[in-house]
């Protein structure tokens, strides 16, 4: 059984830093692509961050590029959100993500269907 596991939410002040992490077990990940989701309140949940199984390359939404660094471990079979500069938008429930088809980029338009979710971490950024 496939399970994704968060940690390193919290509550920090604007222009802070926090770093996500999300270690899988179940099976081994290294040749899928992993990546971040968030939701906030009253929004659809979308891709913040992804990164390929051999971590040649990654993906940011525009509003993060710059502060925060996606980053993997397969040996650990792990995952990790660097982010600084956090500003109150940021504030979110971040979700983990593993796409279930091996060699397939995590994307904006990947149907939840085909993801492995995590159980989410709270980051809420205040002023």
């Known amino acids: 059984q496939v399970q994704l596991v968060e940690s390193g939410g919290g509550l920090v002040q604007a222009g802070g830093s926090l770093r996500l992490s999300c270690a899988a077990s179940?099976?081994?990940?290294?040749?899928?692509?992993m990546g971040w989701f968030r939701q906030a309140p009253g929004k659809e949940r979308d891709v913040v961050a992804s990164?390929?199984?051999?971590?040649?390359?990654?993906y940011y939404t525009d509003s993060v590029k710059g502060r925060f660094t996606i980053s993997r471990d397969n040996a650990k079979n792990t995952v990790y959100l660097q982010m600084n500069s956090l500003k109150p938008e940021d504030t979110a429930v971040y979700y983990c993500?593993?796409?279930?088809?091996?060699?397939?980029?995590?994307?904006?338009?990947?149907?939840?269907?085909?993801?492995?979710w995590g159980q989410g971490t709270q980051v809420t950024v205040s002023l």
């Open positions: 179940g099976r081994t990940f290294s040749s899928h692509a």
């Open positions: 993500a593993v796409h279930r088809r091996p060699q397939t980029m995590l994307v904006a338009r990947t149907t939840a269907a085909n993801i492995y």
């Open positions: 990164i390929n199984w051999s971590a040649g390359y990654t």
